[in-house]
């Protein structure tokens, strides 16, 4: 009886099944117009939120200011950078295209979307980074005058494409949609009411 057990139990062959990942809830996809802790404001998902970056505050002499918008949920954050354009900006896309370029080694593939909106004055390039990459979305926004916007996508896991995907396509529709709606505004520090990291 045992011997009839065990030919009965090595009569089938294991069969591989696919890798499978947790089931990831995403939020309603629903925006608000909101004003950044840097001088622009855009429409950002109601699931995230502002934060100033860097530990002395969002302004620099007024030249530079940094924040953050979190995705507490999806544990994700967008690092920003406002610099104002001291006759730089060649320099200044030249960094941004370069620290692309540094994600081309692990990167399967780099896209590239162009901005351009003249009616607000806003242009640059979305790079939408594929493949098991620290940033999936690196771009930089300008008005080629007064204003140049870098930002960079960070998850607070272990850069996984495959798992992450359903997030990273939400995040990068977020950051379309911040990219077609930002708008330029006065200096930086002129807004209140922003949560400081901590």
């Known amino acids: 009886?045992?011997?009839a057990a065990l030919a009965a139990g090595c009569a089938n062959e294991p069969v591989p099944r696919?890798?499978?990942?947790f089931r990831i809830d995403l939020p309603p996809d629903s925006a608000a117009a909101a004003q950044a802790p840097c001088?622009?404001?855009a429409e950002i998902p109601r699931?995230?939120?502002w934060v100033m970056g860097g530990a002395s505050g969002a302004a620099d002499s007024g030249a530079a200011c940094r924040a953050d918008l979190l995705f507490p949920g999806q544990r994700a954050a967008l690092h920003l950078t406002w610099r104002r354009i001291q006759g730089d900006l060649p320099e200044l896309v030249r960094d941004a295209y370069e620290f692309k370029e540094k994600h081309e080694v692990v990167a399967t593939r780099i896209r590239n979307e162009e901005v351009e909106r003249d009616s607000s004055r806003v242009f640059g390039t979305l790079f939408l980074v594929e493949g098991n990459v620290a940033s999936p979305v690196v771009f930089?926004?300008?008005d080629s005058t007064a204003n140049f916007l870098y930002g960079a996508l960070y998850f607070d896991v272990r850069p996984n494409?495959?798992?992450l995907a359903p997030v990273t396509d939400r995040i990068r529709s977020d950051i379309r949609r911040l990219a077609h709606t930002l708008r330029w505004e006065g200096p930086p520090g002129a807004v209140q009411h922003v949560e400081h990291r901590r």
């Open 39 to 41: 001088p622009f404001s």
């Open 18 to 21: 696919p890798r499978g990942y």
């Open 161 to 163: 494409a495959d798992s």
């Open 47 to 49: 699931y995230a939120h």
């Open 140 to 142: 930089f926004l300008t």
């Open 1 to 3: 009886m045992l011997l």
